[in-house]
């Protein structure tokens, strides 16, 4: 079937050790998001790619990067990880059709939980 | 805020019995979206609605949409124990194509 993995579902790091979450798709979507989610919140988006075009949620901290490789691929980078970054990590895809791709249903992976010691 | 507001917070029924679940919003919608959390799982897509719809089903789920009062609604008829979930609903606004913004949702619990 095709679907969104996340890898690893469970990541615990150190208190300023660099991170870095994986998602992959089999769905050829040319979207893809991703977001934080804490414990009975909203997920909170924190950017999204549009093919290789990269958007940046202004309140997103310079603490969290991305890269996409390629249609498949999407890291999270969490450079200096602090207490308050623990949380639920949502990856998301979807397929794009124009300039309000919106219109379209997001398909999420599982998750990532981050726990930072 | 743009973000979806979804009441209540927490609702807690019987099998069998309906559950009604509400959203409001704020500024004109493209779109809104409503989707379910299960657990420790992402989030899976139940229904889209476009501005210009009033009502869709699904199944046993059917969403309304009220532009003049800016809210919609989802309704769960014959609720079952496995509807035990997070329900948020997700408004894509005119101005930000591409993007949707999720409410804090609402805690359904279904008792067997």
């Known amino acids: 079937d095709a679907m969104v993995i996340q890898n690893p579902r469970y990541q615990v790091t150190q208190f300023g050790k660099p991170v870095t979450l994986s998602c992959s798709q089999t769905?050829?979507?040319?979207?893809m998001y991703w977001y934080q989610q804490k414990s009975s919140q909203a997920p909170k988006l924190l950017f999204h790619?549009?093919?290789?075009?990269?958007?940046n949620e202004a309140d997103t901290p310079d603490n969290f990067q991305s890269r996409r490789p390629n249609t498949s691929f999407c890291f999270l980078d969490i450079r200096s990880p602090g207490l308050g970054d623990a949380a639920m990590y949502l990856c998301?895809?979807?397929?794009?059709?124009?300039?309000?791709?919106?219109?379209?249903?997001?398909?999420f992976g599982d998750g990532t939980r981050l726990s930072i010691l | 805020s743009q973000q979806g507001e979804e009441d209540p917070q927490a609702l807690s029924i019987q099998e069998g019995e309906n559950a009604t679940m509400n959203c409001s919003y704020k500024?004109?919608?493209?779109?809104l979206q409503w989707y379910r959390q299960n657990s420790g799982r992402g989030l899976v897509h139940l229904i889209l609605?476009?501005?210009?719809?009033r009502e869709k089903h699904s199944g046993r789920l059917r969403v309304t949409l009220d532009t003049s009062k800016k809210s919609s609604s989802l309704l769960i008829t014959a609720s079952r124990a496995a509807d035990t979930a997070s329900y948020f609903c997700?408004?894509?606004?005119?101005?930000?194509?591409?993007?949707?913004?999720f409410g804090d949702g609402t805690t359904l619990t279904v008792k067997p």
């Open positions: 998301a895809t979807s397929r794009g059709a124009g300039d309000l791709y919106s219109n379209q249903p997001q398909h």
């Open positions: 769905l050829n979507h040319n979207v």
């Open positions: 790619y549009y093919d290789k075009d990269f958007n």
């Open positions: 500024t004109s919608i493209n779109n």
């Open positions: 609605i476009r501005s210009n719809e």
């Open positions: 997700a408004t894509a606004f005119n101005t930000n194509a591409g993007k949707s913004t």
